[in-house]
């Protein structure tokens, strides 16, 4: 099973501690795929990934990212 949210606060450096122990692997700060918001220059959130979970026998083998950038016209 493959499970994807988000909760909390949508800015931040380090996840919070009742986050960490909820298994693997987990993707923190991953941004917005599509984000509506004015690009931060600092932040960089026009900048992601599309994240690819590879798996065998239920077991994860690896992972693989892929860079988007989100283009403004």
Do not use: K
């Amino acid at each position: 099973m493959i499970v994807s949210a988000q909760w909390g606060s949508s800015w931040g450096y380090q996840p919070i501690p009742q986050h960490i122990p909820f298994g693997r692997p987990i993707l923190y700060s991953t941004g917005d795929f599509v984000d509506d918001y004015a690009v931060d220059e600092i932040e960089r959130n026009d900048e992601s990934f599309i994240f690819v979970v590879e798996t065998s026998s239920y077991r994860v083998t690896g992972l693989r990212l892929y860079p988007t950038v989100i283009c403004q016209r």
